[in-house]
Structures are given as C-alpha cells and as structure tokens.
C-alpha cells in the first residue's frame, strides 16, 4: 500500500534495463536502471496518483531496445454516504494485450486478510449495507485479473473508508419488568473505550460500565432505586481517535 512493483519478460539481449514512469500530462522520466527484470518503485504516492511505467532493454554496448507495452497501477477511490452505504471507482487497467477478464473487489475489516466482495467487469461499485458497528473503517483493495494464462494479476492501492460514529441516549426508562424499555441502556455503533456513569441527584455514583451493550437495571446497592431524575456521563472514542462526551438527565419511572 505504499509502493509499486514492476515485473517483466527479460530481453534476449537485454543486459541491463531502463524503467520510465509518466505522470498524467507529463513527459516520461527515467527512474531507474537495474540488471534484473523487477523493480520496486518507492517515489510515488499509492493513495491519490496513477503512474504509467515502460521499459527498455539496454544491450552490452548500452543500446536501447524499442519500449515494452505501457502499465499503468490502479488507483482505487470512494466515499462513505453516513453509514448507509459506500461508492467505490479505480481506473481501468491498461495495455495487458490480452486484456483484463475481471476486477475482484475485496474488503477486510483491518489493512489485511481480505475476501471478496465481488466480482465484475465494471470500475465502479455501490456497496449498499456496509456498516460494520466493531470496525471504525472498513478497507477495500482491487484486483485486475489478465485473461488468459498464465494468471497475472495486478493490486491497486488499499482504500480505507471510515464509519460514522453514532449514539442515541434515552431520556427515560421504566424497569417494571415488562420487557419495554426496562433498562438505561445507550445505543452505540461505532465507539470504542466506552465509559457510562449514573448518578443520583446527591452525586452518588449508582451505576457505572465500560459495555456498551450492558444498561442499568434501576438497582442500587441490590435495591430498587428510588423514581426520579438522575445524571449520567458518557465518553467514549469515535472514528481515529475522536474523543466523544455527552451528559444530560435521565428519568427513573415506576
């Protein structure tokens, strides 16, 4: 995910070998000259640019061979629409004279171990249902597959797409034991390092937990706390380490 690999077929009579790069709008540049048939290229930015590479095979005396077929990397883009759904686009891959028979979009829930997503011709895709509330991001990466065989593939660039987090805190609860709302429960998807306390209108601390699927029962010390007002203070961490706070009333009904 921060660099780029080359590969070729050697010349008959290649003895070294001359690697060019072209940016868009731009001349070809010499960035390289190596005896093997690979190169890795660290001068260039994976996550926002596109290159186009060719090669030329240099003889004994230095003389240049005509330039290799044109590869150009895949860059892979999107965007995140809240937590709904996500757009996903790369750029075709070019000049495989075989051409490509098929993109493998793959997604991972971390920056590896990825499966796929799906399978398609296309260089767009609307992944709708995304969502994951144990993940602040999830990741995507696309493969080209060149028909024919053997099998070559080429890996774009590992796109990260972040989640929203989200809370929604009730203003009441009812622990009567008839199944609705029996419990001060927050709603969290996408928070990590989770913190809830409740207190009691003389500041004494009667719940507190660092799960966000656990809620008060209305409790105290093994007793039914009183009906009333009480206070809580939540924090938590969003998105990339975004701290998140809130506080407010919530009101105990019997």
């Known amino acids: 995910n921060q660099h780029i690999r080359l590969k070729w077929q050697p010349h008959p009579d290649g003895q070294q070998y001359q690697v ?5 709008n731009s001349p070809w540049r010499n960035v390289a000259t190596t005896d093997t048939s690979t190169y890795l290229d660290q001068q260039v930015n994976v996550q926002t640019q596109h290159y186009r590479y060719r090669v030329k095979g240099l003889d004994s005396c230095g003389n240049a061979s005509a330039p290799s077929n044109i590869g150009r990397n895949i860059l892979l883009e999107g965007e995140s629409k809240g937590n709904e759904s996500a757009t996903l686009q790369w750029n075709p891959y070019q000049e495989w004279p075989e051409g490509v028979r098929e993109y493998h979009l793959q997604k991972s829930g971390q920056p590896g171990n990825f499966e796929r997503l799906t399978s398609t011709t296309d260089t767009t895709y609307q992944y709708q249902n995304y969502f994951n509330p144990r993940r602040d991001s999830q990741y995507y990466r ?6 024919g065989q053997p099998e070559v593939i080429s890996t774009s660039n590992i796109r990260a797409l972040p989640f929203e987090a989200r809370l929604f805190i009730p203003d009441a609860f009812s622990p009567n034991g008839d199944g609705l709302n029996d419990t001060f429960r927050v709603n969290a998807t996408g928070i990590f390092n989770y913190s809830l306390k409740v207190y009691n209108r003389w500041g004494e601390l009667v719940y507190e937990s660092n799960n966000p699927e656990a809620g008060w029962d209305g409790t105290y010390k093994g007793e039914q706390a009183p009906t009333g007002v009480y206070f809580y203070t939540l924090y938590a961490t969003g998105n990339f380490g975004k701290p998140i706070s809130r506080e407010g009333p919530v009101q105990l009904i019997r």
């Open 20 to 24: 060019q790069r072209q940016k868009p």
């Open 142 to 147: 696309v493969e080209a597959i060149r028909r």
